[in-house]
């Protein structure tokens, strides 16, 4: 499960770069009409999850839901690969939150992406089958693997990942959207 979460995480970050190179900055609620304007898709578009905001990705060309499935407790089968109207990343079909607000120009440094997650406590989900690790996605494209603490915490630069006293988040809370 590690290995396939790291692998997908990196072919989303390659999907993102695609989408950067296109629109200007990586999917958010700011790239929504112009990617509708382009691909005149039927897809459900919008901001509120990481279902939504990655749905832009298929849109713009992602032929496969399964790089945005990881194992974890909300998604515990892998994607049905239908990717038109309302069942393309329906609930479950995604694992990872993703920062909204981000391009290729953002800090190196800066996560990105992160699974696995528990979007209704706001945190990561300790799973033994990870041995109780996150995998996260930089915007540097590395993706790399942190403790999980006992609260579902990762810890980075002696901070909690999401203190917005990470340099990385300039004094702001990260935009995190959880998956569905």
């Known amino acids: 499960p590690m290995t396939e979460a790291i692998s997908n995480a990196k072919q989303i970050g390659l999907a993102l770069l695609y989408f950067d190179d296109n629109y200007g900055c990586y999917p958010d609620a700011t790239t929504i009409a112009e990617v509708k304007r382009q691909t005149s898709t039927s897809l459900s578009l919008g901001d509120a999850s990481s ?4 749905r832009q990705l298929i849109a713009t060309g992602t032929s ?20 038109h109207g309302a069942e393309a990343l329906k609930k479950g079909e995604v694992a990872f939150a993703y920062v909204a607000g981000l391009g290729s120009a953002s800090d190196p440094a800066t996560p990105l992406l992160m699974a696995p ?3 209704v406590r706001r945190c990561f989900e300790r799973r033994s089958r990870y041995k109780d690790r996150a995998v ?6 590395s993706a790399r693997q942190f403790p999980i603490d006992k609260h579902g915490r990762v810890w980075i630069n002696g901070m909690d990942l999401f203190d917005p006293r990470q340099t990385f988040w300039k004094g702001k809370p990260p935009d995190i959207k959880w998956p569905e």
């Open 117 to 119: 997650v528990d979007p």
């Open 51 to 54: 279902n939504e905001i990655f």
């Open 136 to 141: 996260i996605l930089f915007c540097d494209g």
């Open 64 to 83: 496969s839901e399964r790089i945005f499935w990881a194992q974890s407790a909300i998604s515990p089968r892998k994607p049905d690969e239908i990717m």
